[in-house]
């Protein structure tokens, strides 16, 4: 694993929370709340500088710093009175509920809106697949044992091209066709099947085996992923799908490792990730990637900012403490009652959900150490 690589995968990381964090800014500064910082990384400041802006809808003037940082590790944007109280009107807890919860949202939107230019231009360019729907093709991938493809001859590879002089087409409407043709047939029936192999075609004769009802043949067929083949305008759509389907996909993952963590099951070893596991993993993708070529490699970052970037945005819009989407559930019960919650009572719910945040990242990232050193 190369240093190099895991010096891109955490400055691709930090891209990802800047970009997450840049979103709190800029609606933060265009709804008029004070901000103190814009810092891109953590830890000791590398270099940092000093900007005036004008308020939106005053004369007046607010200066904001912004930094680099020294590790490579994420970002913040630091409002004023974000977590203290502070007498300005500008301050972030002065301000009304609707303006800090669309600061809130912000965030995240800004990881989806990244994520779905992405899908877009790798959709456009059929560089993924829709990995929600397979799409089985009449190609012999495995066979059984004393069963009727073995013995007609099927080899592995086969592509079945025709059926007692039916064409089959290479697609999923032609497996379709087969399985349509093969369960209409009486049981010891000979069916002459044409198949392409290394090139050439064979014929061979296959008798089916009927078990209540069912066709049996003892041959497995290929699968694959559906592919794109639409442009730009009609990956927009797709797209939307595409990310619709994996938040749906993500959401179910998590209400099952729950479900599995309270009825005292075992996690299976590698369900949960931290930034060790995903740092090793994208490192060791791009060594792969780079290593097949520079387009290769230059798509693994790609794709990975996008998953990355997707799974952020989901992940904090979860309705936990000390992520935004806690926030964003108090928030809206300020909006619904018209009442704030209590200044002390949301820090004492913030730092707890802070301090179990910090010890599931500690747990988490011991048991991706603890997988790397394996």
């Known amino acids: ?15 990802i929370v800047s970009i997450h964090e840049f979103g709190h800014y800029i609606v933060g500064r265009m709804l008029g709340i004070g901000i103190v910082e814009y810092a891109i990384g953590m830890g000791p400041k590398l ?5 005036s802006h004008r308020i939106k809808g005053t004369d007046a003037e607010e200066t904001i710093r912004y930094s680099v940082r020294a590790l490579p590790l994420g970002g913040f944007c630091a409002f004023l009175g974000e977590d203290e109280a502070n007498p300005d009107p500008r301050a972030m807890n002065n301000m009304p509920a609707w303006k800090r919860f669309l600061t809130v949202l912000a965030g995240p939107a800004m990881n989806f809106l990244l994520a779905f230019v992405i899908t877009v231009g790798l959709i456009a360019t059929g560089s993924i697949p829709n990995i929600f729907k397979t799409v089985v093709l009449p190609e012999v991938g495995s066979i059984m044992q004393d069963m009727p493809a073995q013995r007609a001859g099927f080899m592995e590879g086969d592509i079945i091209v025709s059926i007692d002089g039916n064409a089959i087409t290479c697609d999923q409407a032609g497996t379709n066709a087969l399985k349509a043709y093969l369960a209409s047939v009486q049981e010891g029936s000979e069916v002459s099947v044409t198949v392409k ?10 008798v089916p085996e009927k078990q209540d009802g069912v066709t049996l043949l003892g041959v497995g067929l290929n699968s694959y992923y559906e592919s794109y083949n639409v442009g730009v305008l009609g990956a927009i759509p797709k797209s939307f799908t595409f990310m619709w389907n994996t938040v749906k996909a993500t959401y179910s993952l998590l209400v099952d490792l729950l479900h599995k963590l309270f009825v005292g099951e075992k996690i299976p070893e590698g369900s ?9 993993g994208m490192s060791s993708e791009m060594s792969i990637g780079f290593g097949s070529g ?31 989407g806690g926030r964003l559930v108090v ?5 619904v009652t ?10 004492i719910i913030n730092l707890a959900g802070l301090g179990l945040l910090l010890l599931l990242m500690a747990v988490v990232t011991f048991s991706d150490i603890k997988t790397l050193l394996k």
């Open 1 to 15: 694993m190369s240093i190099v690589y895991i010096i891109i995968a955490l400055l691709m990381l930090t891209f």
């Open 47 to 51: 270099f940092s500088w000093k900007k």
């Open 197 to 206: 192999r290394g090139g050439e075609e064979a014929v061979l004769i296959l």
């Open 272 to 280: 949960v990730t931290g930034v060790v596991g995903i740092v090793a």
């Open 294 to 324: 520079m387009g290769t490699g230059i798509f693994v970052i790609i794709y990975y900012v996008m998953a990355i970037s997707l799974s952020l945005g989901i992940m904090n819009l979860l309705p936990l403490p000390a992520l935004d």
């Open 331 to 335: 928030l809206l019960f300020e909006m």
């Open 338 to 347: 018209g009442k704030h919650l209590n200044r002390r009572v949301e820090g």
